[in-house]
């Protein structure tokens, strides 16, 4: 008969092997799922591996048929997607269209480019000799994708990594791993051979053991700065490669020339969209004092235009951030930035639906903020965001630069000279001039500092999944 300790201990075995998804909606729990191994994880890699061998002698056009095919199943699901995503992060319905679209957009761009990005480089001539450069796939890349934009963080790597003749294993955030499952199913749909493309729904531990795999040749992390620490640390134990989307405080300047309007309704966009929850939303603004009233009290109308609320509903255009935490989270910076001196523009009274105890927090704008506080400085990922007056382009760039992060940067001004002229000393991996928080996928994504290393997207995020081959022949 088995003793009660033993029967305790057992109990905590099967039950660590349960993760409980919560919805942000309600707190409610969405989904359950079952986590898999040590033993399952390690005969993933294996399979993927030896699946990888066979994939990568087919030609690029026989992978891309199966890759189209993938983009087309996954589209269909739409609709299923659209309220799945709401139930999982929290984001209004409505605007989970807009992230499906951006996934087709970038999956296909990435597909159109791939053949020549791929391409064999030729050297100049030389008598008696043929040369040339190939690329050749790195073999098993694992992705360790993020939840707040769970479709387009994912087909970043995913897509350029099948085409390249990688295999490809995805581990999903927690929160997303739903988001695995559509992948995986869309590419059984597609009829993807046994074994190219896998999923795995495993804790940190198992992750742990597999980024040390040897037959892991790339690990793709996006996520928190201590998260890419972590892997960087794990991975250094052999000599695959890794790429790091990390953290971002993402500043805006707005000039002296700039119209006010537009640009305080666009970077309130930039602010506020999905909730403040993306690694390249606008987290602070510097405007010149020239422009600073009026470019604040049309950010102050613009925020009063949201409605917060359950993101299933058709009217609600901000919905709850993800989870509980979180919003907690968010809330201590606001308050510790009042409590040194910050102004809150927003009466939260005018969104009823932000209560403690929920994942509902109120859009907000402080001023009155400097770098001495951690909302000017710290990855607050929340619909809150700081405004400073600056006198100069000089003090702008000053403060944009003062981070420890550099994603991206917007500016605002009608002088393009002026604009790449400030851009050129800005130490960030992308440049926007009249927009922002919008990644375009015939542009190279990178990050520096603390936003971390490598490249996806545009013909460089094939680079990052392959390696040169060098092919020195002598003519008889």
Not at 215 to 222: A, D, G, M, P, S
Not at 276 to 296: A, M, N
Request: with cysteine; charged share 20%; net charge neutral.
């Amino acid at each position: 008969m088995q003793s009660l300790a033993s029967s305790v201990t057992s109990e905590r075995t099967r039950l660590s092997k349960q993760m409980q998804i919560t919805s942000p909606i309600d707190n409610s729990i969405y989904k359950t799922y079952t986590l898999q191994s040590k033993e399952t994880a390690l005969r993933v890699v294996q399979n993927a591996h030896e699946a990888q061998l066979k994939w990568k002698r087919l030609t690029y056009k026989q992978r891309q048929e199966y890759v189209i095919r993938f983009v087309d199943h996954l589209i269909n699901q739409k609709d299923e997607i659209a309220l799945e995503l709401s139930h999982t992060i929290g984001r209004p319905r409505k605007q989970n269209y807009n992230e499906i679209r951006g996934f087709e957009e970038r999956a296909r761009y990435l597909i159109s480019i791939g053949e020549k990005s791929l391409s064999d480089f030729q050297v100049e001539d030389k008598p008696g000799f043929k040369r040339y450069i190939k690329r050749e796939p790195l073999g098993v890349v694992l992705v360790i994708s993020a939840w707040n934009y769970p479709y387009l963080i994912t087909v970043n790597s995913v897509i350029p990594s099948l085409l390249s003749g990688n295999t490809v294993i995805l581990k999903h955030a927690p929160q997303t791993f739903s988001v695995a499952d559509r992948f995986k199913n869309a590419f059984e749909l597609a009829g993807l051979p046994p074994d190219v493309f896998q999923t795995l729904t495993i804790d940190h531990d198992v992750a742990q053991a597999v980024i040390q795999h040897p037959f892991i040749n790339h690990v793709q992390f996006t996520g928190s700065v201590r998260g890419g620490h972590q892997v960087n640390q794990l991975a250094s134990v052999g000599f695959c490669s890794i790429g790091l989307e990390l953290g971002g405080k993402d500043p805006a300047y707005v000039r002296e020339d700039a119209d006010p309007i537009n640009a305080a309704e666009n970077l309130i966009d930039g602010a506020m969209y999905n909730s403040g929850q993306s690694c390249c939303g606008i987290e602070r603004i510097y405007v010149h004092e020239k422009q600073y009233d009026q470019f604040v009290q049309h950010c102050v109308k613009t925020v009063y235009g949201y409605k917060l609320g359950n993101p299933l509903e058709d009217d609600t255009n901000l919905g709850p951030v993800v989870n509980v935490h979180q919003a907690s989270l968010i809330r201590q910076q606001i308050q510790e930035a009042v409590q040194q001196g910050a102004q809150q523009l927003i009466d939260l009274s005018k969104f009823p639906a932000a209560r403690d105890g929920t994942a509902y927090v109120a859009p907000q704008i402080l001023v009155n903020v400097n770098h001495q506080m951690r909302i000017m400085t710290e990855e607050t990922f929340g619909p809150v965001v700081g405004i400073v007056k600056v006198s100069s382009d000089q003090e702008a760039i000053r403060l944009m630069n003062d981070s420890q992060y550099g994603l991206t940067c917007s500016i605002w001004t009608k002088d393009l000279e002026k604009a790449v002229e400030i851009g050129d000393q800005i130490e960030t991996g992308t440049v926007f001039l009249n927009r922002c928080d919008y990644l375009d996928p015939a542009l190279a994504w990178v990050g520096v500092k603390d936003s971390g290393r490598g490249v996806s997207l545009s013909k460089y995020g094939f680079d990052a999944v392959t390696r040169p081959k060098s092919y020195h022949l002598r003519l008889a």
